[in-house]
Nanobody, 129 residues
Framework: QVQLVESGGGSVQAGGSLRLSCVASGDTDSINCVGWFRQAPGMEREAVAAIYLSRNRPYYVDSVKGRFNISEDNTKNMVYLQMNSLKPEDTAMYYC??????????????????????WGQGTQVTVSS
């Protein structure tokens, strides 16, 4: 089992920045990928960004490319989501998720559409105009 805990959410004005953190504990050797997802009220959950651990291979949904950056600190079992130039439409509950997916030099499972095994409790991000 892997436990995930998010932090760093809050309220900011449009154009501002936040950095979300996700710390993993437990059987962390069983995972090789961490993703960030978000869900706004009345909307479906969507993938935002993901990273294959220790491979420096990030993935982003088009709506956040150039504004969000996902990174890891494997010495601390941490994954971060730096969010810049925030927009009101970024308002949502943000979740960290982890799983193990096929990854290689020629083909890797797209982590933005994969089914994750472990989920955190979420952290709220609110962006006001």
């Amino acid at each position: 089992q892997v436990q995930l805990v998010e932090s760093g959410g809050g309220s900011v004005q449009a154009g501002g920045s936040l950095r979300l953190s996700c710390v993993a504990s437990g059987d962390t050797d069983s995972i090789n990928c961490v993703g960030w997802f978000r869900q706004a009220p009345g909307m479906e959950r969507e993938a935002v960004a993901a990273i294959y651990l220790s491979r420096n291979r990030p993935y982003y949904v088009d709506s956040v490319k150039g504004r969000f950056n996902i990174s890891e600190d494997n010495t601390k079992n941490m994954v971060y989501l730096q969010m810049n130039s925030l927009k009101p439409e970024d308002t949502a509950m943000y979740y960290c998720a982890a799983g193990r997916f096929p990854v290689g030099s020629t083909w890797s499972r797209d982590p933005l559409t994969a089914d994750y095994d472990y989920w955190g409790q979420g952290t709220q991000v609110t962006v006001s105009s």
